[in-house]
């Protein structure tokens, strides 16, 4: 193939790697096979221009149906778990329960991401759908904890599929200008399940909770239809009319036909399965000692030492392994010389940690504190979902219309860090319902304003091709950090509370029992249950804060972020799709993070940099800070 032909084959634009298949593959086929599309990434570009208007609708209505039967799940089971756990006699291990699907859900994120890379967007959701809904069946049936764990366990599995793929989707159907206002928009079905879940908790829990969990698979099936049409009535339109015989053929001669050893050995590259196993090999040995210590005898246990000294080893293994041999790795920390997608990440993450160890045991504080249903504890939390996903898409319409993003990214953490220091205070058992709420609802409306100003920074930063790469990233980052806080949670809870339970609680008491059994601690004796309360509360106070401090280090992460096109209405106009981010003809000043055009036929790029810099010199602070916000 010439060089000229090479140069305007559409089939090699927008190419991602793919690794050679033998060791006899010439240097030009090299080169061919790191620019080819995957074909995932094909898939979803052909589908876009496949969709008609009414398509379209259905993909974002489909997305809408998941998003409800998602959230449903969701906001049930939270509100579930407590009682549950409870009736299982085992309250007090629920961070166990989700320090574990944490860490398994962080190696399922770049593996759902980057199998639907390599086979598709379609076919990895249904793989997700089909473990989702049996993880909801064996959770159903359960008769004990343990049974419970592993259908929880199961369950990390496909909802890692669906949380990951619904982003990726609409990140493929949308450009950078719209991409927040849909991912805010979208999230709106979440604010009906907040209201209803509350409201049917109570009954399930007096009555039969299996219903809780075994309506889930029959919700989700059905809803997922719509996404799926959707999504392959358009590829197979594609088919018909040959879109893809193009890129067979181009495929074909670069990599020609593999065996099945060279199949498994291509997708075992491409997911980077060493580095899979290392990442929860590790985890588990380091964050599980934390939460149970005490069970296995206390840090000088050779069971606990063990573990710490293993994980110690594993994660040096994994860093090794990612940086030295992995040809995809499983953490892609240097890929991307922008560092806005990764400061993005670190951010989110940094605030997942502190909402995690605060809001973990939050509804079983106030079942006992406040002697409250488990219906009546999630409604007391609702505002702050509520409000969240409101401004979610508040800010999404926002960004689309104002094309700014940095003002609704500080005014959220700034306004999150008010809310978490009016909750100090609001959260105590003495502390009214009303405040309790209030302090809910500003913190929402803080969160709803960042979250989609990270989200799209995030996806936005990096070519399309990378979409799916950075988003699971981004969703590793939050799975980690939220194993982490659940971890210091579980730690604090099941290490503080007797101490504090030692010192205001008079009298003969059982701790353990205090602590699994909610009805129990309630039914204790005024003055033990006085003193219970003021135990609690030193313990929650204590969680708050570690959110307030990670909510503070959120906001210094951002501080560094750049812009990534969202003013730049030119490239809307020319080119919708942001898979071509860097190609707009601007300078870029690192002062300001502000692309401005520039005429090559009066003045050379090296001249114009200097002018630049003087204007920006020129400029007041508060004028630079302005200009800064604004770009």
Not at 102 to 110: A, E, G, K, R, V
Not at 275 to 284: D, P, Q, R, Y
Not at 291 to 313: A, H, K, M, Q, S
Request: aromatic content about 10%.
């Amino acid at each position: 193939m010439s060089e000229e032909k090479k140069e305007t084959n559409p089939i090699l634009e927008n190419k991602v790697s793919v690794p050679e298949v033998t060791n006899e593959t010439p240097a030009k086929e090299q080169n061919d096979i790191s620019k080819l599309v995957a074909p995932g990434v094909k898939k979803a570009e052909i589908t876009k221009k496949s969709s008609t208007m009414w398509n379209i609708y259905a993909i974002y209505a489909g997305i809408l149906l998941v998003r409800w039967a998602y959230s449903w799940e969701g906001f049930l089971t939270q509100a579930l778990t407590a009682p549950v756990t409870s009736i299982l006699k085992a309250n007090h291990l629920q961070s166990i329960l989700k320090t574990l699907s944490s860490i398994l859900q962080s190696i399922m994120f770049p593996t759902f991401s980057k199998l639907s890379d390599l086979i598709g967007r379609v076919e990895a959701f249904s793989i997700a759908l089909v473990l989702y809904m049996i993880s909801y069946i064996v959770q159903a049936n359960a008769q004990n904890y343990g049974t419970f764990v592993g259908g929880q366990i199961l369950n990390a599995f496909g909802d890692t599929g669906i949380m990951i793929l619904l982003p990726i989707i609409t990140g493929d159907m949308t450009n950078i200008r719209n991409r927040g206002f849909y991912h805010g928009v979208l999230q709106l079905p979440m604010i009906i399940n907040m209201f209803c879940t509350s409201i049917a908790v109570d009954p399930l829990v007096e009555k039969n909770w299996r219903w809780g969990y075994g309506m889930v698979p029959l919700i989700i099936l059905v809803c997922s239809l719509p996404v799926m049409i959707g999504l392959v009535y358009p590829q197979r339109k594609a088919k018909k009319e040959g879109l893809f015989d193009e890129y067979k053929e181009e495929r074909r001669r670069i990599i020609g036909d593999r065996t099945w050893g060279q199949t498994l050995k291509f997708f075992v590259t491409e997911l980077d399965l060493v580095g899979c196993i290392l990442l929860v090999g590790g985890l588990c040995m380091i964050l599980l000692p934390f939460v149970l210590e005490t069970t296995w005898g206390g840090w000088t246990n050779p069971r606990t030492l063990g573990c710490l000294i293993g994980g110690v080893f594993t994660w040096v293994a994994l860093f090794y392994w990612e940086l030295k041999h992995a040809t995809k790795p499983v953490l892609p920390i240097g890929k991307w010389p922008n560092k806005t997608a990764l400061l993005g990440v670190a951010a989110m993450s940094a605030n997942t940690i502190g909402s995690s160890t605060n809001g973990l045991y939050l509804r079983t504080y106030l079942q006992v504190t406040r002697k409250v249903s488990p219906g009546g504890a999630a409604r007391l939390v609702i505002g702050f979902s509520v409000a969240a996903i409101t401004f979610q898409a508040i800010t999404g319409f926002l960004m689309m219309k104002t094309r700014i993003w940095r003002p609704y990214l500080f005014s959220g953490i700034c306004l999150l860090i008010v809310a978490l220091g009016l909750m100090t205070r609001a959260r105590q058992p003495d502390s009214s319902d009303a405040f309790l709420v209030v302090s809910q609802v500003i913190g929402g409306m803080g969160t709803g304003l960042f979250e989609i100003p990270f989200i799209v920074s995030v996806q936005s930063s990096v070519p399309h091709e990378d979409l799916a790469m950075i988003t699971a990233f981004y969703q590793i980052g939050q799975s980690i950090t939220s194993s982490v806080g659940s971890t210091i949670a579980g730690a604090i809870w099941n290490q503080l509370l007797p101490q504090e339970f030692a010192k205001h609680i008079p009298g003969e008491f059982d701790t353990k029992k205090i602590m699994a059994d909610i009805k129990y601690a309630t039914a204790l004796p005024d003055d033990q249950y006085a003193g219970l309360k003021i135990a609690y509360g030193n313990v929650q106070r204590k969680q708050t804060y570690i959110h307030l401090s990670m909510a503070i280090l959120t906001l210094f992460l951002t501080f560094p972020m750049k812009s990534f096109g969202l003013r730049n209405s030119k490239r809307f106009e020319e080119d919708p799709d942001d898979s071509r981010l860097n190609e707009s003809p601007s300078i870029k000043d690192e002062s300001l993070d502000e692309k401005i055009p520039v005429d090559n036929s009066s003045a050379t790029p090296d001249r114009d940099q200097e002018q630049k810099k003087e204007d920006v010199n020129n400029l007041s602070l508060l004028q630079r800070f302005k200009k800064y916000l604004l770009s």
